[in-house]
C-alpha cells in the first residue's frame, strides 16, 4: 500500500524531476543498501535472533523456541548485576563527562588565555592515541607501587596513596580518570560552539546586570544547549557500549572483584567467547531497548531545555 | 572652563584604564599559566611513557632509580670502571666511587680528587644509594620491533587502512552528493535516518553481522573489516554533505547548461572545490582504522599474521606484561604513526570536528 503510494508520487513527478530524483537515489544507492545490510536487517535479525537457539559451537539444529532466551534472561543474575554496574557507571560518567570538556573550553575561550590555539591541538591530542595504547599508558601511570600519580601523591603526603587499578572501591575513578584523556573531541566542539555565542548577548546581559553566573545561565547555556544535546546523546550510547577499556585491563575477567563486568562486556563473552549468539542477542535487544527508551524520554524533553537559534521547531 | 574639565575627566579616566591594563595582563599570565599546569597534568602520562620506553630494564628494577632515563654513574681510574656511589661522609653526603668492596669497611676514590688516592668507609657498601647519571637506552626500540614484528603489524595495518579508506572516500562522496544536490521525495526522511544511525549502539547490529561473516567464511580475513567501508557511513556523509552544500548552485546549473552530466559536475564542480572536506575525511578514517581495536580482534583473533598494530600490542602485553619497559615502548610504537598524522594535518582535523559536532 504505502510502497504503491511512494512510486505513485514518483509517477506523478514531471519528467525532469523524476530523472533528477531517480540521479540521486543512484547516488544514495551505497548508504541505502549499506543501511538495510549492515543496520536495518541486522537489527530485525538480532530481534528474531532471541527465539531461537543460534549457537556457532555447537551443530544442533536450528529451531525456534521461543521465550527461552528471555526467561534465561530474567533469571541470569548476572545481567542484572552488569546492569547495575552500567548504570552506576554512566552516573559518574555522564556529568564528568559533559562537564569537564566544556569547562576546559570556557576556558580556553576566555579571553585572559594566550595562544588558545597551541593549547587546543595538545588538550586534543591524546583523543587521538589508539585505546589499546591509551589504556597501557594509564595502567602505568596508575600503578600502585611505580604509577606517578601516586608517586606524586606521596610527594605530597598521602601516606597510603588507593590501588587505582585493583581496587573495587577507586576502579570506577580510574575508568573515568581514563576517559577523560579523550574529551578532546567533546572539548573542541564546545569550544567552537561558545565562539559561535554573539557578543551582544553578553553586553545585553551586562547591561541587566548578570555577573558571570547570570550570563552563564541565562545566555552560555542556552546558546549552547545543542551541543550539550549531542554530548548527552553520544555519551549514553557511549555509557551502554562502554566494555574496550576493562577488556584490554584485565582480558575481560571483570576484576577487579568483578566490578568491570559491565554489560556489554557480558554480551562479549556471551557471543564472542562461548559463540552463543542467540542469548546474545537477547541481551543486545535488551540494551538497545533501554537506550532507545531513555534517549526517546530525553528527546521529548529536549524541546523544553534546548534551544535552536534561529529555528522554530 | 570646559576645556579643563575635559582633560580632569580624561586624566580621572586614564589612571584607572592603565591599573586596569595591568590587571588585565596579571590576570592573563595568571589564567595562562594555570592552563599550562593543567596541560603538563593532562599530558604527563605520555611523559612516563617515554621515560620508560628510554630505560633499560635494570633501571626499572632499581628502586633507588630516579624517574628519568639514568644509569648508575662510572668512574674510570687506573684504566678501569668503578661504580659510583652516594656515600654518607662527616662533612655531607659525597658521590664516590666504590673502589675496593668489603663486608664491613670499603675503600672509595673521589672522582673530583683522584690524585688524594683511595678513602676507607666504615659500613656496608650494598646499603649505599647509587649515584644515576642521565642515560638513554635505545635497546627497548630494536627489541620490540623484533619481538612484536612491528614491520608486518605495520604492513596489516596500512593495507587495512587504506584499503577501507577508499572505501569510504569513495561511497560517501557519491551518498554527500545525492544529499547535497538532488530532489529526491523523502530525502528528509532519509537524512534523519542517516543521522539516526550515528546514535544506534553497534551492538545491535553486531551478531547477526558477525554471524553471516562467519558463515560466508569471511571471519579470519581482512573482508569484514574492508567491504562494509564501501557503503558510506553517518559521520563522513554529514561532513561532506555540509561542505557540498556550501558550493553556489549556480556553478552546477551553468554546468548543466554546457551539457555536464551529475557524474561530471561533481568531478570538476564539486570535488575541486572540497578537498579540505575530502580531506578531513580521509584523515579521520585512517586515524579511525589505525585505532581501531574491537572489529580485527573479533574478526581476526585466529589469524596473528594478519591483525594490525591495536591487535598486536594488546597480545604484546598479554605476553610481555611483567617488563613494563617493552610494553610502553610498544605503546609508543602504536601510537607514533597517528599522533603525527594529526599533527601535521590538524587543521582539517579540527574543522572536520566542529562540522559533525556543531552543526545537527
Redesign the interface.
Known amino acids: 500500500m504505502r510502497a504503491r503510494r ?1 512510486r505513485l ?2 509517477r506523478r ?1 514531471p519528467p525532469l ?1 523524476r530523472r ?2 531517480l ?6 544507492s ?6 538495510l ?3 536495518l ?3 530485525l ?2 530481534f528474531g ?1 532471541t527465539f531461537t537457539n ?1 549457537n ?1 559451537n555447537q551443530n544442533e539444529p536450528l529451531h525456534f523456541i521461543g521465550l527461552e532466551n528471555y526467561r534465561t534472561l530474567a533469571g541470569d543474575s548476572q545481567v542484572w548485576t552488569s546492569l547495575g554496574i552500567t548504570l552506576k557507571f554512566g552516573l559518574l560518567f555522564l556529568p564528568v563527562t559533559l562537564i569537564i570538556p566544556l569547562a576546559l573550553a570556557m ?2 575561550n ?1 579571553r ?4 588558545p590555539g597551541f ?8 583523543y ?7 589504556v ?3 595502567n ?2 596508575l600503578n600502585a607501587e ?3 600519580l601516586n ?1 606524586a601523591l606521596r610527594f605530597l603526603g598521602v601516606s597510603n596513596p588507593p590501588n587505582w587499578m585493583n581496587d573495587t572501591r577507586w576502579i570506577y575513578n580510574s575508568l573515568i580518570i581514563i576517559a577523560l ?1 579523550g574529551i578532546g ?2 572539548m ?2 564546545n569550544l ?2 561558545l565562539q ?1 555565542v554573539p557578543t551582544e548577548l553578553y553586553d545585553a546581559a551586562k547591561v541587566d546586570g548578570a555577573g558571570w553566573w547570570g550570563s552563564l545561565a541565562n545566555v552560555t547555556l542556552p546558546m549552547i544547549s ?2 550539550i544535546f ?1 554530548n548527552l ?2 555519551g549514553i ?1 557511549a555509557v ?2 562502554y566494555f ?1 577499556v576493562p577488556l ?1 585491563l584485565n ?1 575481560g575477567t571483570g576484576e577487579p572483584g568483578g566490578a568491570t563486568m559491565f554489560s ?1 562486556l557480558y ?1 562479549y563473552k556471551t ?2 567467547t562461548f559463540q552463543d ?1 542467540s542469548y ?2 537477547t541481551q ?2 535488551l ?2 531497548v533501554i ?1 532507545l527508551a531513555i ?1 526517546l524520554v530525553l528527546f521529548k524533553t529536549s524541546k523544553h531545555w534546548v534551544y535552536y537559534a534561529g529555528e522554530t521547531r | 572652563m570646559a576645556t579643563s574639565l575635559t582633560l580632569k575627566k580624561i586624566a580621572r579616566e586614564k589612571a584607572p584604564a592603565g591599573q586596569t591594563a595591568a590587571r588585565e595582563g596579571a590576570r592573563s599570565w595568571g589564567a595562562t599559566l594555570a592552563t599550562v599546569i593543567l596541560l603538563a597534568a593532562f599530558l604527563s602520562p605520555l611523559l612516563r611513557m617515554a621515560s620508560m620506553a628510554l630505560k633499560t630494564n635494570e633501571q626499572i628494577l632499581a628502586p633507588d632509580s630516579p624517574i628519568w632515563p639514568a644509569k648508575q654513574a662510572i668512574f674510570t681510574y687506573q684504566g678501569k670502571e668503578y661504580e659510583v656511589f652516594k656515600v654518607p661522609l662527616p662533612e655531607g653526603t659525597r658521590e664516590l666511587a666504590l673502589y675496593k668492596k668489603g663486608r664491613s669497611e670499603s675503600q672509595f676514590i673521589d672522582p673530583a680528587n683522584p690524585e688524594a688516592g683511595p678513602v676507607t668507609w666504615q659500613g656496608s657498601w650494598r646499603a649505599l644509594p647509587r649515584s644515576w647519571q642521565w642515560s638513554v637506552s635505545w635497546k627497548n626500540f630494536s627489541e620490540v620491533w623484533r619481538l612484536i614484528d612491528y614491520p608486518r603489524l605495520l604492513r596489516n595495518t596500512i593495507a587495512i587502512a587504506v584499503l577501507s579508506m577508499i572505501g569510504v572516500l569513495v561511497s560517501c562522496i557519491l551518498v554527500a552528493y545525492g544529499f547535497a544536490r538532488f530532489r529526491i521525495p523523502g530525502k528528509g526522511l532519509l537524512f534523519g535516518l542517516l543521522v539516526s544511525t550515528m546514535f544506534l549502539p553497534a551492538t545491535v547490529t553486531l551478531i547477526p553481522t558477525y554471524t553471516v561473516f562467519a558463515k560466508l567464511g569471511w571471519v579470519g580475513t581482512w573482508l569484514p573489516l574492508i567491504v562494509p567501508a564501501f557503503f558510506a557511513n553517518a559521520y563522513d556523509v554529514f561532513l561532506l554533505r555540509q561542505y557540498f552544500m556550501t558550493i553556489p548552485r549556480e556553478m552546477d546549473e551553468a554546468a548543466m547548461m554546457d551539457g555536464a552530466g551529475p557524474f561530471r559536475i561533481l568531478r570538476s564542480i564539486i570535488l575541486p572545490q572540497s578537498w579540505p572536506a575530502v580531506v578531513a575525511v580521509a584523515i579521520f578514517h585512517l586515524v579511525y582504522a589505525w585505532n581501531d581495536y574491537f572489529s580485527p580482534l573479533i574478526y581476526l583473533s585466529t589469524r596473528p599474521d594478519l591483525q594490525p598494530i591495536a591487535v598486536g600490542l594488546s597480545r604484546f602485553n598479554g605476553i610481555h606484561y611483567t617488563n613494563p619497559a617493552l610494553i610502553q615502548t610498544a605503546t609508543l610504537m602504536t601510537m607514533v604513526i597517528p599522533v603525527l598524522i594529526f599533527f601535521f594535518t590538524q587543521r582539517f582535523f579540527m574543522q572536520g570536528v566542529v562540522v559533525t559536532g556543531v552543526e545537527k
Do not use: K
Not at chain 1, 540521479?23 to 544514495?28: E, I, P, Q, R
Not at chain 1, 551505497?30 to 543501511?35: A, N, V
Not at chain 1, 585572559?112 to 595562544?115: A, L, T
Open positions: 511512494r508520487v514518483f513527478l524531476a533528477e530524483a540521479w540521486g537515489l543512484a547516488f544514495l551505497p548508504w541505502l543498501i549499506g543501511f545490510a549492515f543496520t536487517v541486522p537489527m535479525a538480532t535472533f543460534i556457532l576556558l580556553l576566555s585572559y588565555v594566550r595562544i593549547f587546543r591541538t595538545l588538550f586534543y591530542m591524546p587521538i592515541v589508539p585505546l589499546v595504547a591509551s597501557l599508558i594509564w602505568g601511570y611505580t604509577g606517578w608517586e584523556w573531541s567533546s573542541v566542539v567552537a560552539s559561535g545543542p551541543v549531542y546523546m553520544i550510547v551502554f557500549q574496550l584490554v582480558e556489554n554480551l557471543f564472542f549468539m546474545g542477542a543486545a535487544w540494551l538497545f537506550i534517549t
